[in-house]
Nanobody
Framework: QLQLVESGGGLVQPGGSLRLSCAIS????????IGWFRQAPGKEREGVAC????????KYADSVKGRFTVSRDSAKNTAYLQINNLKPEDTAVYYC???????????????????WGRGTQVTVSS
């Protein structure tokens, strides 16, 4: 079992930055990849980024490349999502997620992930 807890969301003005954190606990003997997703009201959950268990590989949705950076600190059992140049359309609940095993998911679809946090709200507004 794995527990994931997101933090770092909030209200930010357009053009601002945020760093979201995903605290990982439970069976940390396996280096799970960590994915980041977001869901805006009335929209489907969208995968935005993923970092491998080793932290050496990452992937991004085309819509966020250049503004989002995913990383992890294995010593702290924490993954991060740095978001720069925030836009109103980035407003959503952001979730972190992990697959059962140590594999790197093929894509950023929710079905590739098995453990989920409860999310943190990001609101971009002036």
């Amino acid at each position: 079992q794995l527990q994931l807890v997101e933090s770092g969301g909030g209200l930010v003005q357009p053009g601002g930055s945020l760093r979201l954190s995903c605290a990982i606990s439970g069976d940390t003997s396996v280096a799970h990849a960590i994915g980041w997703f977001r869901q805006a009201p009335g929209k489907e959950r969208e995968g935005v980024a993923c970092v491998s268990g080793s932290g050496t590989s990452s992937k991004y949705a085309d819509s966020v490349k250049g503004r989002f950076t995913v990383s992890r600190d294995s010593a702290k059992n924490t993954a991060y999502l740095q978001i720069n140049n925030l836009k109103p359309e980035d407003t959503a609940v952001y979730y972190c997620a992990a697959p059962y095993g140590s594999w790197f998911p093929q894509d950023l679809t929710p079905r590739q992930f098995d453990y989920w946090g409860r999310g943190t709200q990001v609101t971009v507004s002036s």
